[in-house]
């Protein structure tokens, strides 16, 4: 939706056509998945699709809030006991309250918004609307906190008024985005460096499986726990182990009677992921494509089989790339349905499309969408 489409919707909704306007991205990512809350490695990039809201302060203590894709209202106060009954006006909230934990003082303020990022698709919707009230207020009511905090904003959102215990990487993409560049983040030190991602013969291409298996969030939380209840069993030995990032196969190995055979594969996962991101920074450096696309492959039979978070959809797409001669495919974000990222050289392109939608409608009944990535510029005043 376009800065006057938003700003007319907002007229409608509050008689008004002065409030400002901000948007912020979804994103992607070509490796590095699930290491985000054990201190790792991610390489996000923001795309091209996101969220777009129209503001305005009302000098009061209310928030009025329009979904206009839903056609639906939420209104809420701005204490820790308003919490609002609809589900997308929560990230609204949380957001609020989070900032006002930080000790920021945030008013009320009528409000508007829209996206084009697919819901539950794994490209973050959730994460572009936290990031799109974080910026906005922080901008609008001067409140002077850093980008990263922000981002923080949004995840400890995610964390107290979704119950999704997630990493920092969504919500970072989501602000420091940059056109045409993926970022490697390291979630351990917040150290971050932008990589220029044009590589020339490829393109990068999300097949969504248009499914979302129930109970993603709980089982997301599990793998978490399973993590940090690996790394806090290989301290006992290794104290200087703070995360699974700080581990070795051989540390992990020690432990192997120790830990459950569920949270032993979560970790071996991890552990391989980390290295595996390191391998692609250095792949990339040397426009070395064809080892990218290889541990993309890895990085989905980790969470297939020892993160298991994929499913037979997912699995089913990637397979049908990998008969198909793609140079890279895995799944992408979170898992349990949403799309995966393909990397695809130009002359095979359109034939994989065409394969893949075949074969996936020819077995599931519906077709996959598919989304071209175009990388993009971050949180932004429109
Ligand atoms: C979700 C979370 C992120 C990250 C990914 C998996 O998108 O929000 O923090 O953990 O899953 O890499």
Known sequence: MTKEQILKIYQEKFGNDTPEVYASPGRVNLIGEHTDYNGSFVFPGAIDKGMIAAIRLNGTDKVHAYAADLDESSEFGLTEGDLPKEG???YIFGVCREIIKRGGEVTGFDTVF????????GMSSSAALESTYAYALNDMLRLGIDKFELARVGQSTEHNYVGVKCGIMDQFASLFGKKGHLIRLDTKTMEYEYFPFNPQGY????????VKHELASSAYNKRRESCE???????????EVKFLRDATMDMLKEVKGEISEEDYMRAEYVIEETQRVRDVSDALERGDYKTVGKKMYETHHGMSKLYEVSCEELDFLNDVAKEHGV???RVMGGGFGGCTINLVKDELYDS???DAKRKYNEKYGHLPKVYDVVISDGARKL
Do not use: N, Q
């Not at 393109?203 to 248009?210: F, G, N, R, S």
């Not at 209840?229 to 104290?239: E, L, M, N, Q």
């Open 88 to 90: 997308w006006a929560k």
């Open 114 to 121: 829209a996206g084009d990022v697919p819901l539950g698709a």
């Open 203 to 210: 393109k990068l291409v999300l097949l969504d499986t248009v």
């Open 229 to 239: 209840h690996a790394a806090a069993t290989i301290a006992k030995r290794h104290p």
């Open 327 to 329: 140079t890279g495919s």
């Open 352 to 354: 994989f499309i065409t």
